[in-house]
């Protein structure tokens, strides 16, 4: 199989990341921040270096500013379930993933409202004026995406976030699509809550996600209360994070699988996985650019503007009908809406859909050959 | 005489202060302390030397104490 579709999660992993998960169902099968024996306490101990590895890979100021989450769409549930009252107001990309949208849709209905601003291609300047047109005095958060999960059209966050903090209020970033694929710095971005996929560009197994804080103190709401090992004399939910939103016991495996996928990140350097990946997606855009039958929607995929995400279409053709054809060869991309509405009203995409497609760094350029052969292969419709 | 045990509000400030102490030169080993009747179960950082400065150097890092204990040492 040629697999493409790393924007949904990332094949293969990285050796050491399963490996990890066999390890932890060996070695650390004790509840970890439970008990005090010995593997109780061994756990506990792994589970905190992985909170170490992604406080250094995201630059957060401590251990404790990291929060498991089974996923970045919880992630994203907590942050903004966890800080809007109603009266509040949100302001969000032209571009998001329903991961955002659809929480919004419910906060709605208690009195929260949003407004979408425009995201300008290749143009942060004109991004910026939009995202400041969008802001009002109940402004409280601000949440968008860092990169089309469709186009891979790119976010300026850091210029973003210092809007924010002019008007008093925050930003959350959802990077499902980012982290691990460039370099991110909570301390120098200024962004106050990350929310990140543990399973695509960390290269950890599914089921698992990361909310990082800029700052220990900022307390949200809880969304799910329970068991920590801790204060277990209080009815309340305890004060501090990360126990407090993690409530239950923890997804070890995952955990540590995510931690192997992260050191694997670190050893790579995001910044070499970014070249690596953007020159596949340069290289795909250059082949599939020559195909009369193709139609692409962006301009060609350039740093900084955009994320090692393409987006097509074979003319007169449905995207699932293209994804149907490549999958019979073997080759796995996405197709049809990808869960972002929004971007595909933007891009004119609404109807059709597109297919997508994303590589990984375990992509080969031979595997782009093929899948460009294959595309070449297929009659436009009428 | 007991074994001064600092009390915090989770494991992972235990684990995080116990680095924060080793890094100083103090000795702390993450334990799990007894219920207390103010918070119930939890855990501490057994420090044989030093405990007051290390009460200290764990303040001034923002992390919370929630109290100290002298437990029991076992032989």
Redesign the interface.
Known sequence: MIYLDNSATTYPKPPAVGQAVSQALRQFGAN??R??FAMS?RT??AV?QC?ETAARLFGAP???CVVFQPSCTQALNLVMKGCLQPGDHVVVSDMEHNAVMRPLAALKERGISFTAAAVTPGDSDATLQAFRGAMNSKTKLLVCTQASNVFGLRVPVERLAALCHQYGAKICVDAAQSAGVIPISLADSGIDYLCCAGHKGLFGPMGTGLLIFRDSGDKLATLVEGG???????PLQ???P??RYNPGTQNVPGILGLRAGMDFVLRQGPEKIYRDEMGKISYLYGRLAKLPQVELYTPPPQTPWFMPVLSFNVKGLPSEEVGSILARRDIAVRCGLHCAPAAHTKMGTRERGTVRVSPSIFTRREELDVLTRAVSAIAPGK | MGKPVILLSSVTYAMKGRDLLFRRGIRAFVERIPPTSQSGCGYGLYVPQGVEEAESLLRENHIKILGRAEREAVP
Do not use: A, C, K, V
């Not at chain 1, 920590?228 to 209080?234: D, E, N, P, W």
């Open positions: 970890p921040g008990g005090g306490m506990g101990q905190y909170r401590g251990p404790e920590t090992g801790t204060q277990s004399l209080s305890p004060d501090d990360p126990e």
